[in-house]
């Protein structure tokens, strides 16, 4: 009986330390590191927000844009994972505002994950619709440039690869000579772009474990990254960067163990 209740008694304060995880906000900031003498004068600065999980989440629109004060933001990047329901899209609509009031000099774009492809098609166009509507740029296995002081950087947006939606051919199609930065949300598909060149990729999908404690081992089936130890964070692969963010929401439970919600910024060099 004494048992039982020491055991309910640690569940609860598990349970309890990490639900008030779910709102301990992290803005990480990367500096992206380059070998080129010419980008070192020309950067872009990323605000890279992925897995929202609008029916677990517990930062609020207002705490979101407080963690990113007065800081620089040439360009926002979502990567997918926004709502699982039809009823959640009006409770995404206040992140979007706020976060257009950045007013990012070269714009905002998201792509999808595996959740946002639950919905219906009717209600996955309107989610689409909303992100479009509130200045958002949807990438479906497409491309965008723009010039930065001159320099021409396109934005390639992969769709999410665990629903089978990537198209890699599809997504670099009519891609430009300069600067390569991917948006995606599953990070494994980097294992299959050794055709495809990239100078920086962004990604989430793994919430950094969630409940990353002792190791994220339920993550297993979710792709050969994760028994290379690569669940979040910065990495290489054959030289190229990509960086897996921890997420702003939850799946299952509204509890984190072992991570954090998390917002970066990404100082990019652009050649």
């Known amino acids: 009986m004494y048992i039982g209740l020491i055991i309910l008694i640690l569940l609860s304060y598990f349970v309890y330390k990490g639900y008030q995880n779910t709102h301990s906000l992290v803005l990480n900031e990367i500096k992206v590191e380059t070998d080129s003498e010419t980008s070192k004068n020309t950067s872009l600065n990323i605000l890279h927000i992925s897995d929202m999980h609008i029916e677990n989440i517990s930062v609020t629109p207002e705490r979101l844009i407080e963690s990113i004060d007065s800081k620089r933001i040439d360009l926002i990047a979502l990567t997918g994972d926004f709502l699982d329901r039809k009823r959640s899209i009006p409770k995404l609509i206040p992140y979007l505002e706020v976060l257009s009031e950045l007013q990012p000099v070269y714009g905002a774009y998201a792509v999808f994950g595996n959740h946002d492809y639950i919905l219906s098609r009717k209600s996955f166009a309107w989610l689409k619709k909303v992100l479009n509507e509130h200045g958002f740029k949807t990438l479906q296995n497409e491309n965008k440039q723009i010039q930065v ?47 495809y060149h990239f100078d920086y990729l962004l990604s989430g999908h793994f919430h950094g474990g969630q409940i990353h404690w002792p ?23 054959n030289g190229r960067p990509f960086y897996i963010s921890e997420g702003l929401g939850q799946t299952g439970l509204n509890i984190r163990v072992g991570s954090r919600p998390e917002v970066t910024i990404h100082h990019l060099p652009v050649e």
């Open 149 to 195: 002081q001159g320099k021409c950087v396109n934005i390639i947006g992969i769709d999410n690869f665990s629903t089978n939606h990537s198209d890699l051919l599809r997504a670099f199609d009519g891609v430009e000579e300069g600067s390569n930065l991917v948006l995606t949300h599953d990070p494994n598909v980097v294992l299959k772009m050794n055709e």
């Open 215 to 237: 190791k994220p081992y339920h993550l297993r089936k979710m792709g050969k990254l994760v028994k290379m130890n690569m669940v979040k964070g910065l990495h290489l692969l």
